[in-house]
């Protein structure tokens, strides 16, 4: 499998089919930014098969955004000073200079827009091939899950859980801290529904690559690899999966395709949870922003039972 990151398609009439998705996956945020191409065994040759899409509107968030965002914080906090002063009714004058002065010294009203810190990793898939183009697999940066890891190491460890196609599990992939081992190593476990078999997995980068290269393995023996040592725009791999049984299996496929795709972007992950980190540590939570979707991740599955 080759994954071909950082490329727009030119095909106009594959953008409206995405636009249009029956499961309307690919909204009004997303853009594709790379593509996915399997290896016909018996012909050797590359065919297209998937689309990978980003979520830009919380990758890249524009000044507009972010003002709207310090926006609602400020008018939220105001309105928590005011209740402390007083729960109901009007502000005596005296009460009001209390206010005044209250946010003045407020760390939230003193924030400005590039304060804000609301960037998320989000990323799809969708198979191209057939008359429809539909969804098989999404990935997410779990931002919480960082926070409290790399606070708790003192470096940053990226988190990510994935979505699948008619798969009834989320599979959440974790960057690990081991002394004096540099280059990551994520871990992560996979259901197998067919054998109903757990697999204990992770995907371990190499000492010494030219580009970014992972080793996957399996109780402690590789049965895969990324290998990203192509030289391109973006994020380029190819990957393998040596073992017979999940080398068939197709989820377990899309599931690697996914963090594949994350790997040009852990980078800037890195660069954004440091901001992340120092407004924690600084005292000033309020300006890491969780997304409601985010929110949607954490919550108990058994608590409406």
């Not at 098969?49 to 709207?68: C, E, F, K, L």
């Not at 000073?81 to 946010?103: H, T």
């Not at 004096?180 to 996979?190: A, C, E, K, L, Q």
């Not at 690559?209 to 190819?238: K, M, R, T």
Request: hydrophobic share 35%.
């Amino acid at each position: 499998m080759w994954a071909f990151m950082g490329l727009h398609p030119t095909n106009i009439d594959l953008l409206q089919k995405l636009k249009k998705a029956e499961d309307q996956r690919f909204g009004a945020n997303m853009d594709v930014c790379g593509t996915i191409s399997e290896k016909n065994m018996k012909s050797g040759e590359w065919n297209q098969s998937h689309m990978v899409g980003i979520r830009t509107d919380i990758w890249n968030p524009d000044a507009a955004q972010q003002s709207s965002i310090l926006n609602r914080l400020q008018a939220d906090r105001q309105t928590q000073l005011r209740k402390e002063i007083k729960r109901s009714g009007r502000l005596s004058q005296s009460q009001k200079k209390n206010l005044e002065r209250q946010l003045e010294r407020d760390p939230v009203n003193k924030m400005r827009p590039q304060d804000i810190e609301n960037r998320r990793l989000v990323m799809k898939i969708f198979k191209t091939t057939g008359e429809q183009i539909r969804w098989t697999g999404s990935v997410e940066e779990m931002v919480t899950r960082e926070l409290h890891n790399s606070l708790g190491v003192k470096r940053t460890i990226l988190s990510f859980v994935t979505n699948l196609q008619g798969y009834e599990y989320m599979t959440y992939m974790q960057e690990n801290n081991r002394t004096f081992r540099i280059p990551s190593i994520f871990s992560f476990s996979y259901f197998d529904e067919r054998l109903e078999k757990m697999w204990y997995l992770k995907i371990k980068r190499k000492w010494i690559s030219i580009g970014a290269d992972f080793v996957i393995e399996a109780s402690n023996q590789p049965i895969g690899e990324i290998d990203g040592a192509l030289i391109g725009l973006g994020y380029n791999a190819h990957v393998y999966v040596y073992e017979q049984t999940l080398a068939k299996d197709r989820k377990f496929l899309d599931l690697i395709t996914l963090f594949t795709t994350t790997v040009g972007y852990h980078s800037a992950m890195r660069r954004s949870l440091k901001r992340r980190l120092k407004a924690t540590q600084r005292g000033h939570c309020m300006q890491n922003i969780i997304e409601d979707e985010e929110f949607r991740l954490l919550r108990n599955p058994r608590a409406a039972a």
